[in-house]
């Protein structure tokens, strides 16, 4: 027997909830929420915790900084960029955003709407994997996995596509490296009717068909990249029929395409300003869900390619550190393969492989640099975020770089003790906190560690049969082929 009730709380803010009762054959009773809400209870995964309310703005931590981040420059002039240079590839309001100094910036209703269908998303208490470790650190995650698109994509797809969707536009072109942002956008340009086009990298275009099928459920165009579809593309194919791409080829693909049809806006799943932005949702119900349990982290760690779900997780904490509230110590963890935080140079470059987008100031490898195909598809470019690299400059952070095969260990020991099986980009984060907790172990330290669990892996077992198999290796690192790339860098001002 099920009954429905519909009743409304203070707790709730007013908002009419319905709720279904079930169990009424035992003394007990559970309560069920079954709707879109704004404040959420109870449906936590484990030992769980929820916010009660959705963020109803995002943090732009540039507002709080010391000294501001140096500005883009134009590709040609290598003057900084004005806000109708971007025009070509960007809505009006996500220019302004890109280059917003306000503190806070509202969250659109219809946004918010849609923020619903998976936010606030649980933060989560490690308690068995503490135990499997024998660990005196508590630990904390953050899951995003539970978004339709399976990670913390969405959460900018959504306000991009909206704010596109609001100046009229029809079309909208990115990359993707392994498919989580592809299909992010995908799915956002599904609710929001707009056509979507995905150039994917050729190494998880091969290695991932169900996320590529994924985009298509949504209605998306997806070719491999490099492709000969474009310029960009076809000039990499000359020089390398097999190339497994990179995530800066793709940009070139879809910035050619994008700058080239007037009816035609680019979105970027990472890296830029307006980007990590978005992400900051995830901190915001964090810092509330941490409150509420009594709880401060010591030290914070997240998984970084082009910075975004690290920045999201991470910018409102630091916020509270600059306050003097608290002090964690921030740790960005990259592969062993691409890192540009750990290795590579401070400098201006280009944000694609081809050289059309602006110069941001940023740790590179050299914007053709082509890193191997590591399973963690999303983590090979090249750059980091300009607002991350600025804030590593300035020590607000610390960054270390780990081997695909220490990652999957500590995936596999996270999916046995916690039953979420990650997605390869987070295996970063959580081979990091792995290591942090034993040495807790060694010390006796009951640190409090918070870590970013950005998505699922459910479209990635085929990097897990290879781990399973034992025929998983590290690609190690070619300081050669960095030195290589670095002296490609048009303007090398350090
Ligand atoms: C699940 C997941 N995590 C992390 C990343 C890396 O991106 P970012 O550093 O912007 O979070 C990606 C990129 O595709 C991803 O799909």
Known sequence: ???????????????????????????????????????????????????TEIPHQWYNLVADLPVKPPPPLHPKTFEPIKPEDLSPLFPDELIKQEASNDRFIDIPEEVLDIYRLWRPTPLIRAKRLEKLLDTPARIYYKYEGGSPAGSHKPNTAVPQVWYNAQEGVKNVVTETGAGQWGSALAFACSLFGLNCEVWQVRASFDSKPYRKLMMQTWGAKVHPSPSNATEAGRKI???DPGSPGSLGI????????????????????????HVLLHQT????????????????????????????????????????????????????????????????????????TAGMTPLMKMHTLGHDFIP???????????????????????????????????????????????????????????????????????????????????????????????????????????????????????????
């Open 1 to 51: 027997m099920a009954l429905s009730l519909r009743f409304s709380t203070n707790a709730f803010k007013g908002e009419e909830q319905r709720l279904r009762c079930t169990g009424l054959k035992t003394k007990s009773i559970h309560l069920k929420v079954s709707s879109g809400y704004r404040g959420r209870a109870g449906a936590s995964l484990g030992s769980g915790f929820n916010t």
């Open 237 to 239: 194919l000359q020089m």
């Open 250 to 273: 793709a940009i070139s693909e879809a910035v050619e395409v994008a700058a080239m049809n007037a009816d035609t806006k680019y979105c970027l799943g990472s890296v830029l300003n």
């Open 281 to 352: 949702v995830i901190g915001e119900e964090c810092i509330k869900q941490m409150e509420a349990i009594g709880e401060t982290p010591d030290l914070i760690i997240g998984c970084t390619g082009g910075g975004s779900n690290f920045a999201g997780l991470t910018f409102p904490f630091i916020r509270e550190k600059l306050k003097g509230k608290i002090n964690p110590l921030i740790r960005a963890v990259e592969p062993e393969a691409c890192p540009s935080l750990t290795r590579g140079i401070y400098a201006y470059d280009y944000g694609d």
């Open 372 to 494: 191997d195909p590591i399973h963690a598809g999303g983590l090979r470019y090249h750059g980091m975020a300009p607002l991350i690299s600025h804030i590593y400059e300035l020590g607000f952070m610390e960054a270390l770089a780990i081997p695909q095969t220490e990652c999957f260990k500590g995936a596999i020991q996270f999916a046995r003790s916690e039953g979420l099986i990650p997605a390869p980009e987070p295996t970063h984060a959580i081979a990091a906190t792995i290591r942090e907790a034993l040495h807790c172990r060694e010390t006796g330290e009951s640190k409090v560690i918070l870590m970013a669990m950005c998505g699922h892996g459910h479209f990635d077992l085929p990097a897990y049969e290879k781990y399973l198999q034992g025929s998983m290796v590290d690609l190690s690192f070619a300081e050669e082929k960095m030195q290589a790339s670095l002296a490609n860098i048009p303007l090398l001002v350090q």
